[in-house]
């Protein structure tokens, strides 16, 4: 769990959970939007489908789009 704030918060660090999860062998990433993606063969094949969904989403114009 991060326990540092990030870029542009103060005050108390909000809990922070994994974007990560396991469910019956098959390994998923969720967004702070509460969008959930997988299943993916590994955690590792997951983490490689966020960056690219992180990717795609900076990608779109500022007023669409709230991932950090």
Not at 28 to 48: I, K, N
């Amino acid at each position: 769990m991060d326990t540092q704030n990030r870029t542009g918060e103060s005050g108390p660090v909000p809990f922070r959970s994994s974007r990560f999860f396991c469910v019956g062998g098959k390994w998923y990433f969720t967004t702070r939007e509460g969008f959930d993606s997988g299943p993916f063969a590994s955690r590792e094949r997951a983490e490689t489908g966020l960056r690219r969904f992180l990717h795609v989403a900076r990608m779109l114009p500022e007023q669409t789009h709230r991932v950090h």
